[in-house]
């Protein structure tokens, strides 16, 4: 099994950087991914990046490539969230996920496990 937690929202103005932390523990992560993906109100769960465990090759939507950056570091078992530059839009509940296979994947679906999510709210 597999617990995720993440920490890190908060409120904050348009134009502003928030980072996003996700603890991961219960299992090695030496050959798989994470995500991460957001909910706002009446919205479908979206994705937003995702970062090869092992290798560190990344994937991002569109909406939040050139502002937002994904990382982990392998030896605190821990995946990140930059959110730089944040708009009004890019408020909703925050989800990383993990899968136990290295490809990256867009689709809720392929992610096995997941955290409780953590809010960012974006003031204009």
């Known amino acids: 099994q597999v617990q995720l937690v993440e920490s890190g929202g908060g409120l904050v103005q348009a134009g502003g950087s928030l980072r996003l932390s996700c603890a991961a523990s219960?299992?090695?992560?030496?050959?798989?991914?994470m995500g991460w993906f957001r909910q706002a109100p009446g919205k479908e769960r979206e994705f937003v990046a995702a970062?090869?465990?092992?290798?560190?090759?990344?994937y991002y939507a569109d909406s939040v490539k050139g502002r937002f950056a994904i990382s982990r570091d392998n030896a605190k078992n821990t995946g990140y969230l930059q959110m730089n530059n944040l708009k009004p839009e890019d408020t909703a509940v925050y989800y990383c996920?993990?899968?136990?296979?290295?490809?990256?994947?867009?689709?809720?679906?392929?992610?096995?496990?997941w955290g409780q999510g953590t809010q960012v709210t974006v003031s204009s």
């Open positions: 219960g299992r090695t992560f030496s050959r798989s991914a």
């Open positions: 996920a993990a899968r136990l296979y290295v490809s990256l994947k867009t689709d809720p679906g392929s992610y096995d496990f």
């Open positions: 970062v090869s465990w092992s290798s560190g090759s990344t």
